[in-house]
């Protein structure tokens, strides 16, 4: 095939790919969330389309424009992303964690606006703790040869921090970036390494999500069944 002619090698596979961030809501009006943009997990829902596969992407508050050729799935909160997914990975052949999910909510949620009381302290938020959604896919493979894919942003040491999640999560590929001013979130580039069960380290350059992306499919799609 010609250079920058997608070859098809997804052809026949479903994958799918959580995108965005969850939100928790405290009431009508407010929530618990976080800054992952979603770009990260529509490239890999693109790449994947233009290489063939049927994809549905799972997608957290993100407000990106649809992805063309996708089955869109969109979710708010980490129970509900929980749901999308395990139901979507029943006859996938890979599931892509690209979703920012948070590790809490509210215990409760209060159907009416939280009001301020004259001269009160404000009350505290409780949080409970989310299902682990990645651990959950890793442990009940709904298919044998299904390949599971995680998202870690870390800082410090980032490596040793990204195999020792590997492990607990019991996916086979963790794709680690990174942390810092600048870094990440809402950016258009990234730069990362891709942890594989296998003991494989796989650098990526800083370049494009798009790029991250298609070195993620390469993986996967190696080590498909
Ligand atoms: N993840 C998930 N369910 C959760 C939390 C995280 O499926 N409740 C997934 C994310 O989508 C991501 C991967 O797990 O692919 C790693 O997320 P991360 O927040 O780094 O992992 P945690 O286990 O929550 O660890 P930490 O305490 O560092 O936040
Ligand atoms: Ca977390």
Redesign the pocket.
Known sequence: LARGVTEPDLKGRHVVV?AGGTREPLDPVRFLGNRSSGKQGYALARTAAARGARVTLIAANTGLPDPAGVDIVPVGT?VQLREAVLKAAEDADAVV???????FRPETYAAGKIKKKDGQDPEPIVLVR??????E?SADRARPGQVV??????TDDVLA?GRT?LA??GCDL?VVNEVGERKTFGAEENEAVVLGADGTETPVPHGPKEALAEIVWDLVARRMK
Do not use: T, Y
């Open positions: 959580s980490a964690m690209a979703a920012a999910v948070a590790d989310n299902p682990d959604i990645l651990a896919v894919v995680g998202f870690a942003a870390e921090n999640k607990r999560k963790l």
